[in-house]
């Protein structure tokens, strides 16, 4: 069965600084991986994907992801946090053939000023 | 830029009524999706719909639940008998390609269900 932990419920960095998003999966075949945003009353977005093509994946807003097989990670990265980017963000898996996705319990990130 | 729109925004009932969520998928898609997401909890995937009929379930979309794609354009969801415990935001989603090709999937800003 596929699964997404996100290590770090909350996580809180100074505008400027590096950002950085833990998810680990777990899947019994080649996954597909995949990044969402949810801002304060407001649906999901998709930030980034992975689909088994470059293992560097890059985004929406300046943000990216690494696919590491070896980790089972999915880290998001961005070099230099805006105030902007202070909302939740939430890792999920799919696999091919499935017509589910499967998400992480989410990490709300706190940007200071 | 073509969105996915959900209606109500907020619907409040009492437990053991029926309620149906409406959702106005992107007029190009053929997959279409309900998620749930319980207050400070993650999403959770309820179902899948494509043809006309559900591709897949899970185990949170009993017999109580069901998907309905009345016209061309609206895809409902029908909870019979409303309990406590289905007090969710409630996401609807479509997509152009089944998850099988990683297609995005569109997300709604959601309706929350208060059950009283």
């Known amino acids: 069965a596929q699964s997404v932990t996100q290590l770090g419920s909350h996580v809180s960095v100074s505008e400027g600084a590096l950002v950085l998003l833990r998810c680990n999966y777990s899947s019994s075949v080649p996954p597909y991986l995949f990044w969402y945003v949810q801002y304060p009353n407001q649906g999901l977005q998709l930030l980034l994907k992975?689909?088994?093509?470059?293992?560097l994946v890059k985004g929406i807003n300046g943000f990216e992801a690494e696919f590491k097989k070896s980790e089972t990670s999915f880290h998001l990265t961005k070099p230099s946090a805006h105030m902007s980017d202070a909302a939740e963000y939430f890792c999920?898996?799919?696999?091919?053939?499935?017509?589910?996705?499967?998400f992480g319990a989410g990490t709300r990130l706190f940007v200071k000023a | 830029e073509p969105e996915v729109t959900q209606t109500p925004s907020h619907q409040v009932t009492q437990m053991g009524q029926e309620v149906i969520l409406r959702c106005v998928p992107i007029?190009?898609?053929?997959?279409f999706y309900w998620y749930r997401q319980i207050l400070g909890q993650k999403v959770e995937f309820l179902v899948s719909?494509?043809?006309?009929?559900?591709?897949?379930k899970s185990e949170i979309f009993d017999d109580q639940f069901s998907v309905e794609r009345p016209d061309g354009s609206n895809f409902t969801l029908k909870i019979r008998s409303t309990k406590l415990e289905d007090s969710a935001m409630y996401f609807c989603?479509?997509?152009?390609?089944?998850?099988?090709?990683?297609?995005?999937?569109?997300f709604g800003p959601g309706t929350r269900l208060t059950v009283t």
């Open positions: 007029s190009n898609h053929l997959y």
């Open positions: 999920a898996v799919s696999e091919a053939g499935g017509f589910k996705t499967i």
């Open positions: 719909f494509y043809n006309n009929e559900i591709s897949e």
């Open positions: 992975y689909t088994s093509a470059a293992t």
């Open positions: 989603a479509s997509s152009d390609l089944g998850q099988g090709f990683a297609s995005e999937q569109y």
